[in-house]
């Protein structure tokens, strides 16, 4: 289904980065990417975020970056 973007806004966009902001405060930037970010046009109603985390030198036992706490 189809939905018109000016309608719904980002209000679900904000909820969502809003949540997953209390649960991964490491967290750089949460961004609203792709239909339903763009003003004025149709999309599904599935929201895309992307989230941003910083990345250590320090190396986990299977020599993988490690998320910065």
Same mark, same amino acid.
């Given at each position: 289904?189809?939905?018109?973007r000016?309608?719904?806004?980002c209000?679900?966009?904000?909820?969502?980065a809003?949540? &997953?902001?209390e649960?991964?405060?490491?967290v %750089?930037?949460?961004n609203h990417i792709g239909? +339903?970010?763009?003003? &004025?046009?149709?999309a599904?109603s599935?929201? %895309?975020?992307l989230?941003?985390?910083?990345? +250590?030198?320090?190396?986990?036992?299977h020599?993988t970056p490690?998320?910065a706490?």
């Open positions: 289904m189809l939905i018109c000016a309608k719904n806004g209000s679900q966009f904000f909820e969502e809003s949540a &997953l902001k649960i991964l405060p490491q %750089d930037r949460i239909s +339903t970010a763009v003003p &004025l046009i149709w599904k599935i929201v %895309d975020i989230v941003e985390v910083p990345i +250590t030198k320090t190396k986990t036992p020599n490690a998320i706490p």
